[in-house]
């Protein structure tokens, strides 16, 4: 599975963005997808998942600001990102698994700037 990520860039705090990841396989094949962030020095951290059917997970640090959702139709995962904090600073990368297999997307750079 190749997954394309996208839609990253600089932004104020108090602003928003949406990530998308784009899947070269049907994802509604695919049970769980992830958005993962990382910042240099630190571990890639989960930040929000969604299953095939609908089910989402996200992080106490993004509860109630950042939405995941997936459209099965168009193969493609989605990240909306309001009231962006400072801290939310990171490079964003999408993820699935395909038989016990981790795929990982390219990484997209999210700015936030005070």
């Known amino acids: 599975v190749q997954l394309q990520a996208s839609g990253g860039g600089l932004v104020q705090a108090g602003g928003s963005l949406r990530l998308s990841c784009a899947a070269s396989e049907r994802i509604s094949s695919i049970n769980v997808m992830s958005w993962y962030r990382q910042v240099p020095g630190k571990q890639r951290e989960l930040v929000a998942s969604i299953t095939v059917g609908g089910t989402t997970n996200y992080a106490d640090s993004v509860k109630g600001r950042f939405i995941i959702s997936r459209d099965n139709a168009k193969d493609t995962m989605y990240l909306q990102m309001n009231s962006l904090k400072p801290e939310d600073t990171a490079v964003y990368y999408c993820?699935?698994?395909?038989?016990?297999?981790?795929?990982w997307g390219q990484g997209t750079r999210v700015t936030v700037s005070s």
């Open positions: 993820n699935c698994y395909r038989f016990r297999v981790a795929y």
